[in-house]
């Protein structure tokens, strides 16, 4: 079981009557300062002066006011590598380091699902062919250190604008079942004229895979019978990402 965050405890009992109530009061933790210092940085100059843990020191800050986060958040980087792998690990994963728990685990998962939010509000409403970068910096933040294969696909109306973004497999660390029946059929019930397909490799490495160009054919295969446009297949990693398209591996 994972270790219980450490927050705000209830409120103490009433002192017994006739205790003294000039008492004097607790010492600050020796942290106390140094978060409200995190704080004022940021609100100074943005994020740009902050180090990657004392980032997730804040945003750990929320779920653990009784506790000095830095260790913790150092830890997270050192057992996952990058920020980017933090926010993307598993939340089994988050809750097994030292100091984490539920309710950190938690705020993990909610700041990454903001990032990817954002990132995916930069082209949602635009050509999804005019704004390729951020297309590729949604879909590497959503996916590229999921520790399991993922396949997403953004479903497009006929003036490419994004109608739909669902990931419809999940599967184990090397495979994700794909069925090209259910990717038309979902295409067909959302109205969509156009698809891209996207999926990670949890290895790192986003070199596609002979499944991985055979799957692809046999979409676009039953994509073209109903008049569907594949436009691409991206397969995004920790290293990077690969277009198929772009490769040559599609017709």
Not at 66 to 71: L, Q, Y
Not at 73 to 81: H, N, V
Not at 130 to 141: C, E, N, R
Not at 226 to 235: A, M, Q, Y
């Amino acid at each position: 079981m994972a270790p219980a965050d450490t927050s705000d405890p209830a409120p103490a009992a009433p002192p017994p009557k006739g205790a003294e109530e000039s008492a004097a009061p607790s010492p600050k933790p020796h942290y106390h300062g140094h978060r409200e210092r995190l704080r004022q940085r940021l609100l100074k100059g943005g994020t740009d002066p902050l180090e990657d843990y004392e980032l997730l020191e804040l945003v750990l800050q929320a779920a653990q006011t009784r506790r000095d986060t830095k260790p913790i958040a150092k830890e997270l980087l050192k057992r996952f590598g990058t920020l980017g792998g933090v926010l993307g690990a598993s939340h089994e994963a988050l809750c097994k380091v030292p100091g984490m728990g539920e309710v950190s685990a938690v705020q993990i998962k909610a700041t990454h699902a903001v990032v990817a939010r954002m990132l995916r509000e930069e082209f949602e409403k635009k050509p999804v062919l005019s704004s390729w970068k951020q297309v590729l910096a949604y879909v590497k933040t959503a996916m590229a250190h999921a520790p399991t294969e993922q396949f997403r696909i953004l479903f497009l109306d006929k003036k490419n604008v994004l109608i739909k973004d669902e990931v419809q497999q999940r599967g184990t660390v090397d495979h994700a079942p794909v069925y090209p029946r259910e990717v038309v059929k979902r295409a067909l019930e959302l109205h969509a004229s156009a698809l891209i397909l996207v999926h990670n490799h949890p290895s790192g490495d986003p070199t596609p895979s002979r499944s991985d160009v055979e799957m692809t054919k046999e979409i676009q295969k039953a994509a073209s019978a109903l008049g569907l446009v594949v436009h691409d297949h991206i397969v995004v990693g920790r290293d990077g990402h690969a277009s198929l398209r772009t490769l040559g591996l599609m017709s």
